[in-house]
Nanobody
């Protein structure tokens, strides 16, 4: 059974930082790609960042230069360092894992990812 557990969310003032973590279990971690998505109230879930099994990273334009994704294969954990937070970053952040080495389709699409965590809330106050 695959299990993804996010943590690290919270309430932070604009300009602040957070580090989100996602601990994975149930399938080989180092041979899978990991992604972060977010969903704000009343909006669709959107792509934030991905780190592929080979280590390549990708970011949504809205977070480039502020967010950094990384992974620790020894700990089966993927991280999302979030700096210079803005109120528009307020959302539930979800971790996703591919079923194979790579997502089945475009990595910025939710349908390309097989497994999902329960999410962690990030709230940015002005």
């Amino acid at each position: 059974q695959v299990l993804l557990v996010e943590s690290g969310g919270g309430l932070v003032q604009a300009g602040g930082s957070l580090r989100l973590s996602c601990a994975a279990s149930g399938r080989p971690f180092s041979s899978s790609s990991m992604g972060w998505f977010r969903q704000a109230p009343g909006k669709e879930r959107e792509f934030v960042s991905a780190i592929l099994s080979g280590g390549e990273t990708s970011y949504a334009d809205s977070v480039k230069g502020r967010f950094t994704i990384s992974r620790d294969n020894a700990k089966n954990t993927v991280y999302l360092q979030i700096n210079s937070l803005k109120t528009e970053d307020t959302a539930v952040y979800y971790c996703a894992q591919s079923n194979g080495y790579y997502p089945v389709g475009d990595y910025d699409q939710t349908s390309s990812w097989r497994y999902w965590g329960q999410g962690t809330q990030v709230t940015v106050s002005s």
